[in-house]
């Protein structure tokens, strides 16, 4: 299957789900799914959220260059439970075009750096890295 449209609508047939139901349990829209699987949109930022609900592989649904499921026991159908905080990041991250997570990727490790550097200093964090975010 050369498309993520077609590999989306034979993973969602080969389970016997609707699209109704894909967008229910997925939260995405079902005319986002309509239009992926009618290849009448070219990006997708929702891959993670509907192969997460197919139980399937992220990159196999993205790119065809996996295997279709999971190996046993790595399937996706019980995720480790995240503190609220983390749960929001991995949220905005999986909404991102592949440009913008780069960017935040990129800003993230650059705040561990300066965390761990302040750590080895024992400097303790103060509102000052906050305050240099925001402007």
């Not at 699987?37 to 192969?51: I, R, Y």
């Not at 965390?115 to 400097?123: G, K, N, S, T, V």
Request: glycine share 4%.
């Amino acid at each position: 299957m050369d498309t993520l449209g077609k590999r989306l609508r034979f993973a969602r047939d080969d389970i016997g789900m609707s699209r109704k139901d894909l967008a229910k349990q997925s939260g995405v829209p079902y005319t986002t799914i309509a239009d992926i699987e009618n290849e009448a949109t070219s990006k997708c930022t929702t891959v993670a959220q509907l192969s997460d609900v197919l139980d399937i592989v992220h990159l196999w649904l993205e790119t065809g260059r996996a295997p279709m499921h999971h190996a046993a026991g790595q399937g996706t159908t019980q995720p480790p439970t995240l503190p609220p905080d983390e749960a929001a990041l991995l949220a905005s991250y999986r909404v991102l075009c592949a440009k913008d997570r780069a960017k935040m990727v990129a800003e993230a490790e650059f705040k561990a750096k300066i965390a761990e550097i302040d750590r080895r200093e024992e400097i303790p964090p103060t509102d000052n890295h906050r305050k240099e975010d925001a402007a």
